[in-house]
């Protein structure tokens, strides 16, 4: 009997080393490595969480990423990482071995690990939904009860401040399973009060201060909020694919959480406990999966799902149900599985990989050497002049839009705005935060811009999803414009210095009513002036809120001069488009903040749109000589 509890410890072990897929990353360039080089720079410097860094990940997010800017971080979120991976597929082993044999069920363990895209798999929230439903699986011993309690908080807490999109679910979803458990008052009050300890320890710890919490949940629920909203994206599935697959998710959802009601639980608190559990958990990943609608965030939600099937099981002789599940929902993703996801189906492979990898995590100067290989290889690749370096010298610097890792790779005394990735503030409080930054004379003294479609061309246009970057975000972009003059550029890059401030008041143009689509004059600037409107009628309002709930808002665009058509986010379509401005206040070329609108129309939202035109006096500066793509100097 206890050669069989132990099973699912020392198997998943087995699965784990011969599956290994858990190493150091040598940084790089690109959007995505660029939050993780915000966020390892954000713990380093010890910056302060609501405050300074609004982003989707808390104080703790580096530990999400295994890319070594640091060399100590990178201990901690590779051994966070391992453990993570280790207790996953204890987990999956046990819950696996309730419906098959043990060598069967180690052999379709480890071919799960070697599919599963394992580091782009929800691995805690998964880990946290075995252990739910281990604990409600059977009736349990006092003594298993409390162990459970304390490792649950003690899993929870930092859960909590790295993603924050599931993080706090995973405590909610433990917090029930000790409910249907029936644990009693003291072990859930227990299970709350050490939770709410550790999160507090660790928040400190990692530099925060309580006054900053407020502020910290605030804006936590602002990002989360306007993300279904505004990340939408042209996905590169067929039409009919897409379809198909969010039927499919929504389907195999709904199928699972009918199954934990009528099939699943020992008695009825359990069943209910896991029927809440099934449908949250399911919903978290569906929703992760179709917002923005591509082969990758499928391949994720089904990888998740099929993980889900597994971990509810069923009661008696419906177990073997759990299986087939999985295997449709695992049979779904393979027509939009992307060719490039990898595969860890050789052991040898993984064996030699793991040891490889505990040879990093026991040499400092294995990993020095990965780290200095970064700044050498993201160097080069960003291709920053020296006269741009020059001109950002000592000073205090945010890097504009999103390639954060130019401030870690060319050692610059990074100062962000607080939402440091500028797409990622959906909504006007946000986009007010890094106004202000900007405005802010103790904010950063210079602002260092890349050009996307040069520097590190993943997107197909200038902007995430073909917004148009001078309005991403608009007042954010105005008080660039108002605060900031060019130093120095090239096609490459600019650099902008801090000025007092040098624009007048704004004064009210006028105010035009149009159907959505319909076209309407933007009215000329005057000498020296910029012309802006907000826009009324673009954000999601009524029933859509439901449909951006459940699924996602409808997508906004703006259609300028009749033929350019870019991404428009709702929610901040009212705080002040820039659409033209007279002869000298802005430079042409890739850093225009303005794209000279003579008209404008905006599809999506409302049937009808009100644009409120404003016109705002800058005040011109002497201007910068241009650098040729080849300069060095």
Not at 327 to 346: H, K, M, N, Y
Request: hydrophobic share 50%.
């Amino acid at each position: 009997m206890k050669a069989a509890k132990r099973a699912p410890v020392w198997g998943g072990l087995l699965v784990a080393l011969l599956g290994w897929q858990i190493g150091f990353q040598t940084p790089g360039a690109g959007l995505d490595p660029s939050w993780n080089a915000g966020l390892a720079m954000a713990a380093e410097q010890g910056l302060r969480f609501g405050k300074e860094v609004v982003f989707t990940y808390g104080p703790l997010g580096f530990l999400n990423s295994r890319i070594v800017f640091f060399s100590g971080l990178g201990v901690l979120s590779f051994l966070y990482a391992a453990a993570l991976y280790v207790l996953f597929c204890v987990g999956l082993v046990w819950a696996l071995r309730r419906a098959l044999p043990l060598v069967l069920t180690l052999v379709v363990a480890f071919l799960a690990v070697a599919w599963l895209p394992m580091p782009l798999v929800e691995v805690g929230l998964l880990t946290a939904v075995f252990a739910c439903f281990w604990l409600l699986d059977a009736q349990r011993t006092e003594w298993e009860l409390w162990v459970f309690v304390v490792a649950a908080a003690t899993f929870a807490a930092p859960a909590a401040l790295i993603k924050l999109s599931t993080g706090p679910l995973v405590a909610v979803i433990l917090l029930i399973a000790l409910l249907g458990a029936r644990a009693g008052g003291r072990r859930i009050a227990a299970y709350v009060v050490l939770f709410a300890a550790e999160v507090t320890v660790l928040w400190l710890a990692s530099g925060q201060s309580l006054g900053d919490v407020p502020a910290f949940v605030g804006h936590t629920i602002e990002i989360s909020g306007g993300y279904s909203s505004a990340m939408l994206r042209s996905t590169d599935v067929a039409a009919w694919k897409v379809t198909a697959a969010v039927v499919a998710a929504i389907g195999s959802g709904l199928a699972l959480v009918a199954a934990a009601w009528l099939w699943g639980g020992r008695d009825r608190a359990t069943r209910w406990a896991g029927t809440a559990i099934a449908a949250l958990v399911s919903f978290a990943i569906y929703k992760e999966g179709v917002v923005r609608v591509d082969a990758g965030h499928l391949t994720v939600l089904f990888a998740n799902a099929a993980v889900v099937w597994v971990a509810v099981g069923l009661g008696g002789r419906r177990r073997g149900l759990m299986l087939a599940g999985a295997a449709v929902v695992f049979a779904i993703s393979l027509p939009v599985r992307p060719a490039g996801l990898e595969t860890q189906f050789d052991p040898v492979h993984n064996v030699r990989f793991a040891v490889d990898q505990a040879r990093t995590l026991f040499s400092p100067a294995r990993r020095d050497t990965l780290i200095e290989f970064g700044h050498a290889a993201m160097e080069a690749e960003y291709g920053l002049a020296p006269r741009g370096l020059a001109a950002v010298g000592r000073h205090t610097v945010a890097v504009e839009p999103w390639e954060i890792g130019a401030a870690w790779a060319y050692r610059l005394d990074w100062q962000p705005l607080p939402v440091f990735q500028n797409y990622s503030a959906y909504t006007p409080g946000l986009d007010r935060l890094n106004a202000e930054a900007v405005e802010d004379p103790d904010g950063p003294e210079r602002l260092l811009r890349h050009n996307p479609l040069v520097v590190q061309p993943e997107f197909p246009t200038a902007d995430v999803d073909n917004r148009f970057g001078g309005w991403d975000p608009p007042e954010q972009a105005r008080a660039v414009l108002c605060n900031f003059a060019p130093l120095w550029e090239d096609e490459r890059w600019q650099v902008l210095g801090r000025v007092p401030d040098r624009c007048g008041p704004e004064r009210e143009l006028e105010s035009v009513g149009a159907a959505a689509g319909e076209a309407v004059d933007v009215p000329a600037p005057g000498p020296g002036e910029v012309v802006f409107a907000r826009v009324h009628g673009a954000g999601v309002s009524g029933l859509e809120r439901v449909q951006d709930f459940l699924f996602h808002a409808a997508s906004r665009h703006a259609v300028v001069n009749g033929q350019t058509r870019y991404r428009l986010v709702p929610e901040t379509a009212g705080d002040g488009l820039l659409l033209r401005a007279a002869p000298g206040v802005v430079r042409p070329g890739p850093f225009d903040p303005v794209p000279e609108a003579r008209t404008l129309a905006v599809e999506g939202g409302a049937d009808h749109v009100t644009y409120d035109f404003y016109a705002m006096r800058v005040r011109t500066l002497p201007r910068i000589p241009r650098q040729s793509a080849n300069a060095t100097g």
